[in-house]
């Protein structure tokens, strides 16, 4: 059995789905967004004004760096958490989650990869740098394609070219079918089946 198996893939793509289907199989379950998610929920309301001076001495337009602000205000004065399943909600925090990755990746990068269980799913790998590191620990990379599916932000757009032009998806699986089907083309991955894969011709 493949004992690393990371999903990427545009958001709605069937990720958390295909992730769920490898947790029945005995994988247990980690992102480097939940890293986030967590580190975002840990920081002190105050650490803002420094992560705001990042976002702007790093280029970051004004509706962007508005956006996070926006995203930040609600965590930490409106209670909302950053791991909140709303899909409502979740938009309104994701530049903040996007960026705060950004600012502090070697932290995340650091947590992730010091936790790893021996048998697991990385649900939601979106950078090259961490596919390589993911590729060194032995695990593969599978990119999840739901036809019609395309990216929601610029930066979700660029870090999926980024992973596509460092030559690290081993798997493309597509997501042409039903949660059933695709549950079975995932386990097919994780039995060691590598290429393309159409969920659409199993079940």
Known sequence: MTKLIALTGYSRSGKDTAADALVDLGYSRCAFGDIIKAMVNEAPIEEFSVFRDWLESSGRDRKRIADIAHGWCLVKLCGVSPFTQNDEVKPLLRALLE??????????????????????VNSRLCRAAEGHLWRQKGGILVEIVRPGNTAHTPVEAGWMQELTDAGLIDV????????????????QVASGTTGIIRASRLG
């Open 99 to 120: 960026d705060y990755g950004i600012w502090r990746y070697d932290e995340v990068t650091r947590r992730f990869f010091s936790t790893l269980p021996e048998l697991c």
């Open 172 to 187: 493309i699986l597509y997501n042409d079918s039903t949660p059933e089907n695709l549950g079975l083309a995932i386990k």
